[in-house]
């Protein structure tokens, strides 16, 4: 982690915990979009809700990304991180600095479809997006199938966690908002693509250069997970630190 600015947590996530989350998220997206109950009913949910959640961000885009804020905010969802090994994992990450307070940040459900780059990021740090706060540990894992399966896998470039990069803010219709990073910065830095299987989980510093690769299956758009511990500090002196919460 220290070295490249990320981390891959094998099994990160079980498989029960998987199960209750799909079973929440397929609650919540029938409650907002009942008329979707006898669709693609013949398929297991991996594929299902996918499909469905695919469906509703082109059907109704401000209603689908209100139901990805309240995923979020399902107890199932945010179990994710609070196991014992995973608890474990981020004490020792944070080891470093004791003095960095961490609180919950932000967190967020991406969906990526092959063909359509109004939904995907290009390469940025998530401190550009977040610049009143100094320091970040953020979780991102696949939420429905393998990347493998889907495309669509972040890739990340190594050893860019050391420093702040220059971007342009790009705002448009309907389309997720861009702090590019020029490539033209960054080709010094080598390339790693995030593949990961399901129950998975990479954590990575905030200032780490990242992007969102093409997904290639047809019919399954790749839905991602995002979690944020996020603080900041100023040094009043050479014992003494105070730490504010940012929402």
Same mark, same amino acid.
């Given at each position: 982690?220290?070295?490249?600015?990320?981390v891959?947590f094998? %099994?990160g996530i079980?498989? %029960?915990l998987?199960?209750r989350?799909?079973?929440?998220?397929?609650? !919540?997206?029938?409650?907002?979009?009942p008329?979707?109950k /006898?669709?693609?009913?013949? #398929?297991?949910?991996?594929?299902?809700?996918?499909?469905?959640? $695919? /469906?509703?961000?082109?059907?109704?885009p401000?209603?689908?990304y209100?139901?990805?804020?309240?995923? +979020?905010? !399902?107890?199932?969802? $945010?179990?994710? @991180? *609070?196991?014992?090994?995973?608890?474990?994992? !981020?004490?020792?990450?944070?080891? %470093?600095d004791?003095?960095?307070?961490?609180?919950? @940040?932000?967190?967020?459900?991406?969906?990526?479809?092959? %063909?359509? +780059?109004?939904?995907?990021?290009?390469?940025h740090?998530e401190? $550009?997006?977040?610049?009143?706060?100094?320091?970040?540990?953020?979780?991102?894992?696949?939420?429905?199938? $393998?990347?493998?399966?889907?495309?669509?896998?972040?890739? *990340?470039? /190594?050893? +860019?966690?050391?420093?702040?990069?220059?971007?342009?803010? *790009?705002v448009?219709?309907?389309?997720?908002?861009?702090?590019?990073?020029? #490539?033209?910065?960054?080709?010094?830095?080598?390339?790693?693509?995030?593949?990961l299987? !399901? @129950?998975?989980?990479? *954590?990575?510093?905030?200032?780490?250069?990242?992007?969102?690769?093409?997904?290639?299956? #047809?019919e399954?758009?790749?839905i991602? @997970?995002?979690k944020r511990y996020?603080?900041?500090?100023? /040094?009043?002196?050479?014992?003494q630190?105070?730490?504010?919460?940012?929402?």
């Amino acid at each position: 982690y220290n070295e490249n600015g990320f981390v891959i947590f094998k %099994n990160g996530i079980t498989e %029960n915990l998987i199960l209750r989350i799909h079973q929440d998220i397929e609650q !919540l997206l029938f409650e907002k979009f009942p008329e979707y109950k /006898k669709l693609f009913s013949n #398929e297991n949910v991996n594929l299902r809700i996918p499909k469905l959640l $695919s /469906k509703a961000e082109g059907d109704n885009p401000e209603l689908f990304y209100k139901l990805c804020v309240d995923c +979020t905010k !399902l107890a199932s969802f $945010s179990m994710i @991180g *609070i196991s014992e090994d995973f608890r474990e994992l !981020l004490l020792y990450l944070l080891e %470093n600095d004791p003095k960095k307070v961490f609180t919950f @940040g932000s967190n967020g459900i991406f969906l990526n479809k092959k %063909n359509v +780059t109004r939904l995907k990021y290009e390469w940025h740090q998530e401190k $550009s997006y977040y610049p009143n706060h100094n320091f970040g540990i953020h979780i991102w894992f696949p939420l429905f199938n $393998s990347i493998q399966k889907t495309g669509g896998p972040m890739l *990340i470039k /190594k050893n +860019t966690h050391y420093k702040d990069f220059d971007y342009e803010r *790009i705002v448009k219709d309907k389309t997720l908002e861009q702090r590019k990073i020029s #490539e033209k910065k960054l080709t010094e830095y080598e390339v790693f693509e995030c593949n990961l299987d !399901l @129950g998975d989980v990479i *954590i990575f510093d905030h200032r780490v250069v990242h992007c969102t690769a093409d997904v290639i299956s #047809e019919e399954i758009p790749r839905i991602s @997970g995002i979690k944020r511990y996020v603080a900041i500090w100023f /040094k009043i002196d050479e014992d003494q630190y105070l730490t504010i919460e940012v929402i």
